[in-house]
């Protein structure tokens, strides 16, 4: 399975401040994505890379921002936090379309 | 349209099989159709996929109608661990994403 480590695992911080979420792969995949989800929605799309410094919006990118520099890390930054961004994020990797994703942990994110 | 329609939840008691079904109608011929689990407070996991045949794998079997419009998740003998939202996922050809839909709640009665 490839390594896929998030950080932190849980984070409190206040609204208005910014934050960022780090993904760390230990192999070489060009896919990676950030997930939120919250109860009653399943898992949605933020933001995804094909490749460093390549990266796209998905369907809920608003209040976010993402950097690639390395095939490796995948951050997503929260500019200035608000209290509908209290979520859990997840980060994922791609292996192949055919074997799919492979998901980290998960970040639990309040914003007081 | 990637998504797909399955139940909100289903029960099974322990050690009996359990089949979770999947509606796809609009999938196209090269969509594959993949599975995925999450317990509780972790991740979603890769349970099994597939594209026109059936598959089997350590985990589960998936059974793929023969217009695949609709696919089956079969969990030969449910577990207490096997409690976990399912979700059924296209996997379309050219997208970039999987699309979560909410999945179904298997509970596991003991």
């Known amino acids: 399975d490839a390594g896929i480590t998030q950080s932190p695992r849980h984070k409190v911080t206040e609204t208005g401040t910014p934050v960022t979420l780090r993904c760390h792969q230990t192999e070489n995949h060009r896919y990676m994505y950030w997930y939120r989800q919250d109860p009653g929605h399943g898992l949605r799309l933020i933001h995804y890379s094909y490749g460093v410094k390549d990266t796209d919006k998905g369907e809920v990118s608003d209040g976010y921002s993402v950097s690639r520099s390395k095939t490796e890390d995948f951050l997503l930054t929260l500019e200035s936090a608000t209290s509908s961004q209290t979520s859990v994020y997840f980060c994922?990797?791609?292996?192949?379309?055919?074997?799919?994703?492979?998901f980290g942990s998960g970040t639990r994110l309040t914003v007081v | 349209d990637a998504k797909t329609t399955q139940p909100n939840s289903m029960e099974s008691n322990e050690e009996e099989p359990v089949h979770l079904p999947c509606n796809h109608s609009?999938?196209?011929?090269?969509?594959?159709i993949h599975w995925y689990r999450q317990l509780p407070s972790q991740g979603p996991e890769y349970v099994i996929h597939g594209l026109t045949s059936n598959v089997n794998n350590r985990m589960a079997s998936l059974a793929i109608a023969e217009d695949r419009k609709s696919s089956t998740l079969i969990l030969h003998r449910a577990t207490l661990r096997d409690a976990a939202v399912y979700y059924c996922?296209?996997?379309?050809?050219?997208?970039?994403?999987?699309?979560f839909g909410t999945g179904t709640r298997l509970t596991v009665i003991p």
């Open positions: 996922i296209r996997s379309q050809t050219g997208a970039n994403n999987l699309f």
């Open positions: 609009t999938i196209s011929g090269t969509d594959y």
């Open positions: 994922a990797i791609r292996v192949d379309r055919e074997n799919g994703y492979t």
